[in-house]
């Protein structure tokens, strides 16, 4: 007699367990990383990805690829989402880490196939990656910060390795001294927001600028604009956020009069409370008005004939930004206009740049902040740069808060997976094997660095291993002369923070797949009420069809 079977979920629900469960989460994983494979390094590939609408992309950067990706496969999503932790923690690295994870599941493999308990793997794993990034931190060379030149040469030296995989690799000189000169203008908390990122099109790269101050597009402006100057030596500026324009009656409220006289003494009452405001922005002594609401045509006028510049509906981060430079505070009433709520520069000046006019304050006192504005033809192009200069800048920031480098193409992952490889062989049993397989997922950076420039692979990674094995330290694979070479005297460096970071996500990515051993996905409930609001529609305001 057959037992009464026991049905404990909803049918239709789809569960899979066990091992057959793990090896195609490891496959899923695999399939992402093969998305991303070919763009490390500086050889690397760009994808383009077009979205639902039809907008595309064009990008090199691995969280931004796994972003615009929809991966709908659960196992799979934790791979993107240390792609986007380590962008938002350290800015760099994002396809490495990516790459890292799947090569552990890959490794591991097998032994899930053997029947090795995940528990045992997991362990091992967390052993190795604690060795790994001792490791690192041993080995880490520390840059002097006392010596401002020398930490300076550091920094653009982290910037160029950072862009030298991108778009602009070709200008990463130009870009690095930018990316440093912006950081270092910031103050001690280095906040992202203070640099400003303004894209112009048209123009070739080289003609981006830095521009220690801010920089914003001219906003748009009525009749008399013209006839204000477009330059001040040490103005000072009134930052508001007040409305300068006659309101029209209708919209605001309802007045009976009896005759046109009160009706005048209305329409008079209103131009006097406009002109009073002016009267006391003028007073004050501002020269510049910067309003995030509209500034009227007749307030634009009255500023011009006494040689005022206003801007009028700037945006919120601008007139922010512009504050944290200039000094000052945003006022909202004219009624309290003092020299200590103005803001105040050297010099402001309205200058085209490509086909748009831009405001400039340059000089300002409390220069904590900077602009960079990037030229460049396509529209795709800038904002790929922009993505680009948004990781070298990340790269920078970590820098200079964690003051150890260490070489990067390839020579920090083979030095690591020869340690952990000699560390393998002193201890018996599972382990053994495990922290093995993790040593060598490790090469698969400077593998992928090869394949991508269309190297052998197989030639340069023995040549890689014998050097690390005689003491080599710091050899990776060359990319300019399809060889190996002390990648920590040719520059190539990172911050060795980045490695940390993407060794422990990995890691803890791969570890998280393989405690996975059930799947329970619920359908749809689809199934209790018809779908949509047709049998609902009732109670919704909506007549009945009768």
Request: charged content about 25%; overall charge neutral.
């Amino acid at each position: 007699m057959m037992p009464t079977p026991v049905i404990l979920l909803k049918e239709g629900t789809d569960t899979s367990q066990g091992i057959p469960q793990l090896i195609s989460n490891i496959n899923a994983c695999q399939v992402i990383a093969e998305a991303v494979r070919t763009t490390l390094g500086p050889r690397g590939m760009d994808k383009l990805m077009v979205d639902g609408r039809g907008k595309a992309t064009i990008s090199n950067d691995g969280a931004t690829i796994l972003k615009l990706l929809d991966v709908v496969h659960p196992a799979a999503k934790t791979l993107v989402d240390i792609a986007r932790s380590q962008d938002a923690e350290v800015g760099d690295g994002t396809t490495s880490v990516t790459l890292l994870a799947a090569e552990f599941l890959k490794q591991l493999k097998s032994y899930v196939e053997e029947g090795l308990h995940p528990q045992t793997i997991i362990r091992a794993f967390r052993t190795a990656t604690n060795l790994a990034v001792n490791k690192i931190k041993e080995i880490a060379v520390s840059v002097k910060k006392d010596d401002k030149q020398e930490q300076r040469q550091l920094l653009e030296k982290c910037a160029a390795t950072a862009l030298n995989s991108k778009l602009i690799a070709g200008q990463k000189d130009f870009f690095s001294k930018m990316v440093v000169d912006a950081v270092m203008s910031l103050d001690e908390l280095l906040s992202l927001k203070m640099i400003g990122i303004k894209k112009v099109q048209g123009g070739a790269l080289e003609e981006s600028q830095l521009i220690s101050g801010v920089a914003f597009k001219k906003t748009f402006s009525y009749a008399g604009f013209e006839m204000q100057p477009k330059r001040y030596e040490n103005p000072k500026i009134a930052l508001l956020n007040v409305e300068l324009e006659l309101k029209a009656e209708k919209d605001n409220a309802e007045v009976r009069v009896k005759s046109v006289e009160d009706y005048q003494a209305i329409v008079d009452a209103e131009w006097n409370i406009l002109y009073d405001k002016l009267e006391k922005i003028y007073q004050s002594g501002a020269k510049v008005v910067l309003s995030k609401l509209p500034i009227g045509d007749v307030a634009t006028q009255y500023f011009a004939d006494r040689d005022l510049f206003c801007a009028g509906r700037v945006q919120e981060e601008d007139l922010r930004r512009t504050m944290m430079a200039c000094g000052g505070s945003i006022q909202t009433s004219v009624g309290s206009l003092t020299d200590d709520v103005l803001g105040q520069c050297e010099l402001f000046e309205e200058v085209q740049v490509g086909g748009e006019r831009y405001n400039f304050f340059k000089g300002c006192p409390k220069a904590k902040t900077c602009t960079i504005i990037l030229r460049g033809g396509a529209e795709q192009f800038t904002e790929e740069t922009e993505r680009s200069l948004h990781d070298a800048i990340m790269i920078v920031r970590r820098a200079i808060k964690n003051d150890s480098i260490v070489a990067g193409g390839g020579a920090i992952e083979m030095e690591l997976s020869k340690y952990l490889r000699d560390y393998s062989r002193t201890i018996p049993g599972k382990q053994q094997l495990l922290i093995g397989a993790y040593a060598k997922a490790l090469e698969v950076i400077p593998r992928q660095l090869c394949d991508n420039a269309g190297f052998d692979a197989t030639n340069i990674l023995n040549k890689l291993r014998a050097k690390h094995a005689q003491g080599g330290m710091w050899y990776g694979v060359d990319i300019n002369n399809e060889d190996i070479a002390d990648n920590f005297a040719a520059c190539v460096w990172e911050p060795s923070i980045v490695r940390i970071n993407a060794l422990t996500a990995a890691s803890e990515a791969a570890c998280l797949i393989l405690s996975v051993d059930e799947t329970i996905k619920n359908p749809r409930s689809s199934v209790d009420g018809p779908p949509g609001g047709a049998g609902r529609g009732r109670g919704r305001g909506r007549p009945h069809a009768h």
